[in-house]
């Protein structure tokens, strides 16, 4: 990662100067983003941020992270391109297939006898995989009694997921990670397409309310069966991995599931002892008490 | 008796008892002795006495005999018993005598037979004797007549016998008392007995009492420590001062050690007890610390942990118990430096007793004291000094303090240690989650780029191609305009045909009712009544109101055919305003308006133009202002436009020396919305749907206005405030001759704008939606975007003629190139024969070899491990379409086949 700007400041000092001065400048600028538009991101992973902010300083043409600090601060749009570049937006349907067939072996069976069955994908981004337990859930018999919560700090991938509509190219993927997940059905029934885009059936979305929810900020807002919340914390610092997990301990019923990605882990939960461990290589747990 | 030995104990009792048997001893002896002396006595007295009163008898009978021998015989040999009887019984009474001595009774009947013997000597005895040797017979014989020596002698004999008697009687007496005697001892021996028997079990009750007693309570006290929750409170209680005391004391000894050994034990455990389950080393370091402060009733105490400080190893103080607001004690040490650094260095307990003024104080709410002690002990781990505590009291370090110290110390050290490789192993773990984590988060930005990059070269690509394509489709539309224009203006022409036609065709019979109608209204034969007049009056006006919309009509599709014609004449600039008044002033009067002329008199007088459609314009707008004005004015202004206006409306091409001519109406009326503005110029449009209800009209007039004003070389626009009125201004020019082939040429040059301008009007989209038009398209057009799969190659392979024949029916309509096979094998061959095949379908139940095996075959090609192949099933089983992928099918698609699936299906598997 170059710095863009070879006149500037940074030259004149040696690297671990030019390191601090940034992390100062990274400082104030996540300050500024959060006091001028409440978007908080002072408690993501630091290397993370710091590269999306390099990332958008060279893309923004400014000379140093103050300057792209003024330009947000003053420009409401070049805002929203930062924000649209500090949330990731990766995800796959059915990503990491095994997860999804531990979901459908292990966990679903012990969701059979609820009533109403309540989820929360906390950072569904595009909404992939939202999607995703949507057409598992039908395939399973349980698509009248399940409400599937998918919620993202970002307005922009949640218009995207409100839509249903994913690239044909991605479809391929998508049909493989499908069927290794365990699908009983044709991949292709829960679609249509137009040249460019995979559609999905109306029906199946409205199992699903997409809406805005910070997790960083925002508080537990009900009591659910599963929680699935994936590779949204790798771009955590500790302390705000255990704040999100403390939010998921609270919104999850006694006995309630809850799903990590693959490389994430309950290491940095206080409740950690009050989860038994379903299946440790997927990340699922149960909240015991 | 508590003061004596055991030893003296026993001692005395056993000579007490000792003296108490020989004390009965003594008394039986003499006992005894008595009764001896007593048998003595039986014996010498009693039987001495017999014997010596028998041998007195003897003697007697012995003199007697001897005398009466003498006497007899006169032999003097029987002198000499006599004499001897007669010593002998001297001798013997003298010794009876002796004997019975003490016994009156005797005395005197001893001396009664002594008194008789004698007598019978001198009165029998010797008289006889003498007699005898006398030879006085007679006398003798005399004398035994008489025989007074008889007489003594029986009364000798009886005293004797009662002598006799009597001495039996003393003995049996005694004997009696004898026996009664030893009665008497008997019983004595037994008491004797039972009381020493008595004595010997007092004593050894009292004895034993003594030792037993301290003996158990040592014993017990043994057992109470023994036990398992061992009571090191009690002590026996010493009493005495024998051997048991000494027991007792040392049992108390070992209590008092044990308790040491059991504090020190308890305390430690106690301590380290504390430690366990911690999980961070500060932590456990402070736990252990207040604990070991508690323990030892120390008030102040500070644990500092070697670490390593780039590369130097320094104690760092990790907790700390009572210290000085948390503060006292250096926060970092050094090795080497001071007590603390020194012991960690050496590894030995230090300990201060003469505590310098400096040093550390124990602070109190009240008070600040200095120690009496400091320690300093070092924590090791395998021989290696990790940690080292310092700790001050009050009081003086005692040995077994020290001792806890030394026993604590040790597995704390493993305990500290165990923790810190924990942390450090924590740290490690965390260390690695957070660098997955982190490279997660990596690959996602990267995934995330590399998508943004492909997007953006996708855009680029698609841009590229769209910018190819608009030329391509820029050309083409050019040819189809040309073609279309062709087309256009003879549809228009058409089209206006018609309309001329249809208006013709319409305005005769409209005409007629026009006519009919307003006859009727006049009611000049006045037949009819009152309301019927009415009816043909709103004929007649409606009526009316037609024919001015076909006019409209017409004259719009004139415009717009270019089929109006201009004529371009002098038109007398003065006259206008006239003509309008002519026109208009009636109306005003009706609504009750003012009709405002104003006249520029700067204006030329003749101005060449289009009189008759300068007039049609005017005519509109003057009608559409008395429309739309309730109240006020409605004022006509000719003018001079400014060069600003004519620049602003870019009319400045043609501006020239000619004269222009701004020509506006302004009412004050309900005025035009500025957002519609725009569209009253449209055909059928006015600035809201409810201005029709309320006031009428086609909508047509403004568009008029405006082709007709273009017609004229001119524009229309409007400038308006709702609610205060509108102007709205017509800018025309003079078009004077310039000879009759420019003028024509200038027509043609209108004419011609008019008609291109009237065609960009529809855009080609609009165009396209034309059936017409797109078959007419779809001839030019080559590929693509409209039938994504033209031009792909699918091969399909199934044995079922119907089905395969569908399919191709289905699919090159769609512009695909079909490839049938009816089995596997033949689907091979064709692969082979068509190596660029963009997708299979591939029925899975076939004769010679099953789609199973032909899609396993077809992946075994490694060309062909991409390749796209949807299975196609008639059976919904999951194991068939678990089948399917395991053989290798990108995706299934179950029979019968819904097309919209099917091509859903297409679009995803042939996508790149």
Redesign the interface.
Known sequence: MELNNAEHGYDAMNPAEQDEMMELEIDLLLEGLYRRYGYDFRHY?R??IK??LI?RMNREKVPSMTALLERILFDPQAAERLLQDLS???TEMFRDPSFFLALRQRIIPKLRTLPEIRIWHAGCSTGEEPISMAILLEEEGLGDKVKIYATDMNEEALRVARKGAY???S??NY??NY?QAGG?M????Y???T?SE?IFDRELMQRILFFQHNLVMDRSFNEFHLIICR?V???FD?RLQQEVLHLFYESLSIGGFLGL?????M??AEEGNKYRTIDASEKWYQKLR | MNRLSIRMKIIIGYMLLLACLLLSMVGITTQIDTIEREVRFVANRVVGASDLANSLETHLLDMETGQRGYVITGNPTYLEPYQSGRSSYEEDYMKLMELVKDSPVEVSRLERIYTYTTNWIQEAGDPVIEMKRSGDTLEIVKFFNDDVGKQYMDKIRSELSSFREFEQELANSRVLEMEKQGTILKVVLYAQFVLLAGLAVLLAWLISRSVVRTLRDVTWMIHSIAAESGDYSKRVVVQSKDEISELAMATNQLIDMHAEDYWIKSAASEVLRNCQDIDTSKELSQRFITSLARALDASYGILYVLERQGGNPVLSRFASYAAEGGTAGEERIALGEGLVGQCALDGIVMELKEIPAEHVSIVSSVSKIRPRSVLVAPIKYKNRVIAVIELAGLGVFEQQHRTMIRDVTEPFGTMLNTVENRMEIERLLHESQTMTEELQAQSEELQMQQEELRMTNEQLEEQNRNALQKTNELNQIRIELEQYALKLEQSSQYKSEFLANMSHELRTPLNSMLILSQMLAENAEEHLSHEEEEYARVIYTAGKDLLNLINDILDLSKVEAGKLDIVIDAMNTAELPLQMRLQFDQVAEQKDLEFVVEYEDSLPDIFYTDEQRLHQIVRNLLSNAFKFTEQGSVTMRLAKPSEEQLRSLSLHQYASDEAWLALSVQDTGIGIAEDKRAIIFEAFQQADGRTSRKYGGTGLGLSICRELSRLLGGKVFVDSEEGVGSTFTVIIPSLPPKGDTAAEEDHVLLQAAAASEAAEIERPEVLMRDAEQLAMLELVEDAGVHRPFAGKRVLVVDDDIRNVFALMNILEKEGVEVIAAHDGEEGLAELSKHPDIDLVLMDIMMPVMDGYDTIQEIRNISAYSDLPIIALTAKAMKQDRERCLEVGASDYISKPINLDQLFSLMRVWLSK
Do not use: D, H
């Open positions: 992973a290397s993370s590269r999306r990332y990731i937006r990766v690239r044909l190219s479809m391929q049909t493989k069927l009983t044709e991949f292709s029934k679609y249509t397409t040249e995979a590779n914390m790798i771009y500790e990605g693959s490389n994430e882990s290491l940095y």
